[in-house]
């Protein structure tokens, strides 16, 4: 009964918050409050039976995923710059040759992406300069650079508009989300009823993702292409040990889409670099059967953009990582608990090295049957490193912490939801420090748990030892 109520009080947070379309800051505390509740909610089905746990992981992970529908996006634009790719590959043109905002692509604007007069003084809304005057504004962001996204993402957006009614307008993309965020819950369900120490903990590992509120803000309500990054993440890491093509073929296609889930890959190839077991010819055997079809579906996905293309297919991607500080300069945003204990120039560097350490303890100690432990473990190392500021990116942490059930990760997807949605400078920075000592006193925690495991069974054979050696002795 308790969990049915909190799963009530975090759908009720969440509607009325998405569904008055507020700002990003103004969205700031009832996401907090959603996320105090989905906390509780995940905490209390653990104790619930199988049955019963089911039945509300089904019936609120639909609750919770439909009031991203509610409301137009609320506080990110770029879905509008996917109906835009969409639309323009629709008419046989690639997206990475012209920016929005330039004339030879005049003819395909529309009132709803290209308002006029009183329309452009709403919220998020970018001036398209003409001549000396601003006559008309957009919905795009950054209107007058290329296209960013990876080619498979632009393959999403031509099929989600090929598949639009007329005057749909954001909703296709909404419900695309949704259906992508539903089909991830029910992967993670699968893989964790058919994976021994997880079957009766599977509902509320689940619900991690399911019941998570940045799933509907994020993957639904601003329809991100992330979802599918994730879907098939999470699809790859569950099916590699057994399918190293398929698994690389999977990610391979993850990365197409965002680029991000490449984190994953060390993951997959987790104890790779152990010195026992399996000789160096099947160990370099296991590597590239992952990352060759991985390497081979990124360039397949990129070829025929490649071809179709006068511009390069990277689109802004080089003038995105310097526009957010992610060059060996950096904003004070990234870096940010870095930039606490060492000088800025060191931040960039320093985070390049903690990240290749997680991912060589990946590699060499990783456990190879629990592939997404070390995908969470370096992915969570690379989000604290580099602290980016937008959501949206740690839902992959999510789908991992789901997967492998280290609840102290959650908090690196809720400080990249402060780090967005925080009014104050600093926000961000702290909600950072704060997963970082969640994470460290988890280790910590399952670190002593682990050796007053060790401690006590040592024990156990001592004293049984003993008892045998004694019962021998007066036979």
């Not at 569950?238 to 690389?248: C, D, I, Q």
């Not at 931040?347 to 995908?375: E, K, M, S, T, Y």
């Amino acid at each position: 009964m308790g969990t049915a109520v909190l799963l009530v009080a975090l759908v009720g947070t969440l509607a009325p918050a998405i569904g008055e379309n507020a700002d990003r800051h103004g969205l700031f505390w009832p996401y907090a409050l959603a996320w105090a509740f989905f906390c509780a909610a995940t905490w209390a089905v653990r104790g619930l039976p199988t049955r019963q746990a089911m039945c509300l992981l089904i019936a609120g992970g639909i609750a919770v995923t439909a009031t991203g529908l509610l409301s137009p996006p609320a506080t990110s634009t770029d879905s509008y710059r996917y109906a835009w790719d969409g639309r323009v590959q629709a008419e046989g043109i690639s997206p990475y040759d012209h920016a929005p905002a330039e004339a030879a692509l005049a003819p395909l604007r529309d009132p709803w992406l290209f308002p006029r007069g009183h329309g452009c003084d709403g919220p998020y809304r970018y001036p398209i300069p003409s001549g000396d005057s601003v006559t008309s504004c957009t919905r795009i962001n950054r209107p007058g650079v290329h296209t960013i996204y990876p080619p498979l993402a632009e393959a999403y957006f031509l099929l989600v508009h090929g598949l639009s009614p007329e005057g749909a307008r954001h909703k296709p993309l909404q419900i695309g989300g949704a259906l992508m965020a539903l089909m991830t819950s029910a992967v993670l369900l699968i893989a964790l009823s058919r994976r021994a120490g997880t079957r009766d903990n599977a509902p509320a590992y689940t619900a991690c993702y399911a019941w998570c509120p940045a799933v509907p803000l994020e993957l639904v309500n601003n329809a991100h292409v992330d979802a599918l990054g994730v879907l098939l993440a999470v699809i790859a890491l569950t099916t590699v040990n057994r399918h190293r093509v398929l698994g690389g073929t999977l990610l391979g296609a993850a990365t197409a889409v965002k680029l991000l889930p490449a984190v994953t890959v060390p993951g997959a190839l987790s104890g790779v670099l152990a010195a026992g077991g399996k000789t160096p010819t099947r160990r370099m055997l296991d590597t590239l059967a992952v990352l060759g079809p991985a390497a081979l579906v990124v360039a397949l996905a990129y070829l025929p953009y490649a071809l179709a293309s006068r511009n390069s297919v990277l689109g802004y991607f080089f003038g995105y990582l310097t526009e957010e500080g992610y060059d060996d300069a950096g904003s004070r945003d990234r870096y940010a608990l870095l930039r606490l204990v060492l000088p800025d120039s060191w931040a960039f560097p320093a985070a390049l090295v903690i990240l290749g350490i997680a991912i060589f303890h990946v590699l060499r100690h990783g456990d190879a049957d629990r592939p997404w432990q070390g995908a969470l473990l370096v992915t969570g190392v690379g989000f604290l490193v580099f602290t980016p500021g937008y959501s949206w990116y740690a839902l992959l942490v999510v789908a991992l912490v789901a997967l492998d059930g280290r609840w102290e990760w959650l908090g690196v997807p809720l400080a990249g939801g402060v780090a967005y949605m925080g009014t104050g400078a600093g926000f961000g920075t702290i909600a950072y420090a704060l997963a970082a000592l969640a994470v460290t006193g988890g280790l910590v925690a399952r670190a002593a748990s682990s050796n007053g495991s060790a401690w006590r069974a040592a024990r156990h054979c001592r004293t049984g030892a003993g008892a045998l050696l004694w019962k021998d002795r007066f036979r």
